[in-house]
């Protein structure tokens, strides 16, 4: 990248300026000459945690593999660097050319959450492109989106021109395509878009009209110009055909997650009653151990690290995980290269497992139970017991583990305060299990640590129609939490409250969120992700002026038959199962993971992933 006087200068007044240099290892340079689209992807958020996303990897590598595309990445500047931005009329720009992204083809960006959503609009605005999608004009600066919170793209829907819905893999590159061959007829942009709106997979929101009943629920979504009634989401069929990277780019300054990551498979057989993603990227489709070990490989020859991470939702309901950990010991340990596996689950914490285990990486052991009691640990359908947690961190400790981590939801629908007062019971039971094990390690203590976040009811889960609990309720239980720890073995946090309100509101908001957005975005609001600028005060102000009511998103209990603003979303779970998901919650009654038994969800009308197993194996 070349620097200018300008940025150059810019750079001797921010903290860590080699987030704003480019120039890493495997980074993609072309002669702009030479391309005929160029993207700019953006990730907002600061390049810390944007440069460890696994799907800005792989799009970014994916994209770049076509001669005439050149996609770029563009994070968020800290607010430092956005002082000086402003202040020298530098635009945001291009990390591999130095260039404003103003010129770009199509500006991207990936939505992981609901709190980035204003450092969209603040990216748009220091690239100097018209925030709102109707006033953006010509064949030329597309702004597009994706990623799980383009499940309801209703907050943002005045601002992006269109969405990726589901798994962007394919869809991305031939909307791309469709854009060069529109271009060549010299089509207008609302032509461009409407032609958009027919490729499976995405959602043109300029295209459809929204009418509200007089309490402010929606009375219907109307589509225009051909635009299809719902839009069904894209997903990847066959992940040992998915294209992925051999090589990263490898940051410059150290990053959040800064090892190779390779994904084992994706989605999940559990159907945990408040997870977004659970549902989302159903159905549950597996890479073989021959061809992760293949990209493990690639990987570190390529980028140099001596750390793989094996990527999923639920990395021990893998169904040849012996067999992986096998095939990436025969070399790995050869090369001094350490093998980390999150997402474990309790009941898949084997004997065999905890061997595998001693000869990877050894740290501390993370689980989920998410509910103190048997009783809300059914209501969410986590589907393990008390005593396979504390035989599972047994084995643990026999292994020579003194470390745990237990995480855990507070605010969960039906949750009572003994429930809560459960959660230090639990955390106290694994520690009695520590002492209680003669094959303990010696001379060592135990250290259990309680993390409680706080229930944020999000679409396509069954409790989408939940109320989130106050700030005042949701603080009431931390401190009950809190006053329920009797051992200094045990150290208990808990994600605050306040940001977790606003994640709700946004989460299940309309586009009546739009104006609220873009007051927030002029009034300087960015950054919400993080406890040093998150202000809450300023929010409440802001709800205020647009004279919108927040707890009416975040607090408010749908009915079941309110039409929501993400019901012409496809994502192949139906509302009918959803339902009557939630209705079991009530009663306190689990359903079967998806290799025990099919719960009629919808998704195998897809035919594939585990669906297609348990056909096959009822067929032999």
Not at 180 to 206: D, W
Not at 511 to 537: H, M, N, P, Y
Request: aromatic letters at 10%.
């Amino acid at each position: 990248m070349q620097i200018n006087e300008k940025l150059e200068q810019a750079l001797y007044n921010v903290q860590k300026p080699g987030r704003y240099v480019g120039g890493e290892v495997n980074a993609v340079i072309k002669d702009p000459s030479q391309v005929d689209v160029r993207f700019a992807f953006c990730f907002p958020d600061v390049y810390e945690v944007g440069m460890s996303h696994l799907g800005m990897k792989i799009l970014y590598s994916q994209f770049n593999q076509e001669p005439y595309l050149w996609c770029e990445r563009v994070f968020a500047p800290w607010p430092d660097m956005e002082e000086q931005m402003r202040q020298n009329g530098i635009t945001l720009y291009g990390l591999e050319s130095g260039d404003s992204i103003t010129h770009f083809d199509f500006i991207g960006f990936t939505l992981q959450y609901e709190l980035s959503y204003t450092n969209v609009l603040n990216m748009l605005d220091l690239a100097g492109i018209p925030l709102r999608s109707a006033d953006r004009k010509g064949l030329g600066q597309i702004v597009v989106a994706g990623g799980p919170c383009a499940c309801n793209p209703e907050p943002l829907a005045d601002f992006i021109d269109l969405f990726f819905i589901g798994e962007g893999e394919e869809v991305d590159i031939e909307v791309i395509e469709l854009y060069r061959t529109m271009r060549a007829q010299n089509a207008s942009r609302e032509e461009f878009l409407r032609a958009a709106a027919r490729i499976e997979g995405i959602y043109v929101p300029s295209l459809y009209r929204v009418s509200y009943h007089d309490d402010g629920t929606i009375a219907s979504f109307m589509p225009q110009d051909g635009a299809p009634p719902v839009v069904k989401k894209r997903f990847i069929r066959n992940l040992d055909q998915m294209y992925f990277p051999d090589k990263f780019v490898v940051p410059s300054i150290e990053i959040v997650h800064d090892r190779a990551v390779a994904e084992i498979f994706r989605g999940c057989i559990r159907g945990c009653r408040f997870c977004q993603a659970g549902f989302l990227y159903r159905p549950t489709r597996e890479k073989s151990p021959q061809v992760i070990d293949r990209q493990c490989r690639a990987l570190c020859e390529n980028t140099g690290y001596d750390e793989i991470s094996l990527s999923s939702l639920s990395s021990s309901d893998y169904t040849q995980l012996p067999q992986l950990l096998n095939t990436l010991l025969d070399w790995t340990e050869q090369e001094k290269v350490s093998v980390s596996l999150p997402s474990l689950r309790v009941d898949g914490f084997s004997d065999e497992l905890v061997e595998k285990l001693k000869m990877v990486r050894r740290s501390g052991l993370t689980f989920a139970p998410e509910a103190g009691t048997q009783r809300l640990r059914d209501v969410i359908n986590k589907n393990v017991t008390e005593e396979e947690l504390l035989q599972t961190c047994t084995n643990a400790f026999r292994g020579g583990w003194t470390t745990v981590k237990l995480y855990f939801m507070i605010g969960l629908p039906t949750e009572t305060l003994d429930d809560v007062a459960g959660i230090a019971r639990l955390g106290q039971s694994v520690v009695n299990a520590y002492y209680a094990n003669p094959d303990k390690p010696k001379g060592k203590s135990v250290k259990v640590t309680v993390s409680a976040s706080s229930f944020v009811p999000k679409p396509f889960t069954p409790f989408q129609w939940e109320p989130q609990d106050t700030i005042e309720t949701l603080h009431q239980k931390q401190k009950h939490l809190l006053s329920s720890v009797t051992t200094k073995k045990i150290t208990c946090n808990w994600h605050d409250a306040d940001t977790s309100f606003l994640e709700a509101v946004f989460a299940r908001g309309d586009r009546k969120l739009c104006r609220v957005l873009e007051a927030a975005q002029q009034a300087g609001i960015r950054f919400d992700g993080w406890s040093d600028f998150f202000d809450l005060a300023r929010w409440r102000e802001i709800f205020a002026q647009c004279g919108i009511d927040p707890a009416f998103y975040a607090n408010r209990r749908r009915a079941f038959d309110e039409i929501l603003p993400w019901d012409h979303i496809d994502y192949g779970v139906t509302k009918e199962f959803l339902h009557r998901e939630c209705q079991r919650a009530y009663q306190a009654q689990t359903t079967p993971n998806c290799r025990q038994a099919c719960a009629q969800c919808g998704v195998a009308s897809w035919k594939e992933g585990v669906c297609c197993e348990r056909r096959e194996k009822c067929s032999q």
